[in-house]
């Protein structure tokens, strides 16, 4: 499985922990919302021969584990096995609009702003302010 790191991943981490700690649920709910939405662009710029590839791009989650709320974007299966492969094969000819790092470049792009915008969520789910 490829792994990736992006500027400020520690900070983002630890501002959405923190409110995690508090309200877990929530927090979950939320995540799980903003990765529908990145998944959702994932599904945009992922390359299309039959569709079986860009059809089992899933979320899954929100999992918590203690004081830690994660969500993930899955691709690939027995559907289709060379998800990888076209994940990292930027000398591939994708298609117009389409492209490799299907997952990780929607997902980079989304990072800066996802702490924000699930504490805007976490507020919406919960139908009150947090304190």
């Known amino acids: ?10 900070r983002m981490r630890a501002r959405i ?16 919302i903003e990765t529908e939405v990145i998944a959702t662009e994932c599904k945009r710029v992922t390359p299309v021969d039959l569709g079986n590839l860009v059809n089992s791009i899933h979320v899954v989650g929100p999992e918590i ?11 690939g299966g027995p559907s289709a096995p060379y ?8 000398d591939a000819q994708h298609g117009p ?5 299907y997952i990780e470049q929607p997902l980079m792009q989304a990072a800066p ?5 699930i504490g805007e969520r976490v507020v919406i789910v919960g139908g009150d302010r947090l304190s």
């Open 97 to 101: 609009g389409k492209q490799a790092k």
């Open 1 to 10: 499985m490829a792994s990736f790191k992006f500027d400020g991943a520690d």
């Open 65 to 75: 584990r203690g004081r830690n709320v994660g969500t993930a974007i899955v691709a």
């Open 17 to 32: 922990q923190a409110i995690a700690r508090q309200f877990p649920d929530r927090v979950g709910a939320a995540l799980r």
């Open 83 to 90: 998800a990888l492969i076209v994940h990292e094969d930027l």
């Open 113 to 117: 702003e996802l702490p924000r915008k």
